[in-house]
């Protein structure tokens, strides 16, 4: 309740002011069956931190990781109604419930580091880009990974936050050209040190 007034009361209108992620955007409507669906982790008097950590447990626990359920366009009710889909759907479902809840939430792109098992190599092009979510508790942002069930820490590489999927698409443009195409991308997200060592065997 403390946050939700201060998100409110801010007169602050820089970058990371909490009034720019209060609201609804383009891909993340508010809607009451969503709102519902996150009132449970309210209860009153809870921590906002708190509250929205069990709301990103409980999206972990309640939807299914689906590449195929689907895609870039999938409106976020289609989503919800699923129960399934990919770390996109998992952080508009979030920042929906806790803008509905009246809590500041933003959408963070960006890639998560990937650790190999003990012994194996690295996978070349294995850390794919990623999405999480951003909530505002009063006295700052702080990140929670829905897809995952964990908060935010290091291994987590901000590209771009804003609110929702539109803002922050990794790619955009257009491309001219004769003949078929087709564009392919790899990503590797390694330790300075690590690749350091790399470049002087190779």
């Not at 993340?28 to 982790?41: F, M, Q």
């Not at 909530?135 to 829905?146: A, E, S, T």
């Not at 991308?185 to 690749?195: F, K, M, N, T």
Request: charged residues 25%; contains cysteine.
């Amino acid at each position: 309740e403390a946050a939700r007034t201060a998100a409110i009361a801010s007169r602050d209108l820089g970058a990371d002011a909490p009034v720019h992620f209060l609201f609804p955007s383009a891909r993340v409507p508010l809607l009451p069956d969503v709102t519902d669906y996150a009132r449970k982790s309210f209860s009153p008097g809870r921590s906002a931190y708190g509250a929205a950590f069990d709301l990103m447990t409980r999206i972990r626990a309640d939807f299914r990781f689906d590449a195929k359920a689907t895609d870039v366009h999938t409106p976020l009710s289609e989503a919800f109604a699923l129960r399934a889909g990919v770390c996109q759907d998992f952080a508009h479902v979030m920042i929906a419930g806790l803008r509905g809840m009246g809590l500041p939430a933003a959408y963070v792109s960006g890639y998560l580091r990937t650790i190999p098992p003990a012994g194996r190599p690295r996978l070349r092009g294995a850390d794919a880009s990623h999405a999480w979510v951003a909530v505002w508790c009063g006295d700052g942002w702080l990140g929670l990974d829905p897809t995952n069930g964990i908060g935010v820490r290091d291994d987590h590489i901000v590209v771009a936050r804003g609110r929702d999927y539109g803002d922050v698409a990794p790619i955009d443009g257009i491309v001219s050209g004769s003949g078929k195409q087709k564009l392919k991308v790899e990503v590797d997200v390694i330790p300075q040190d690590e690749a350091e060592a790399l470049a002087l065997v190779g």
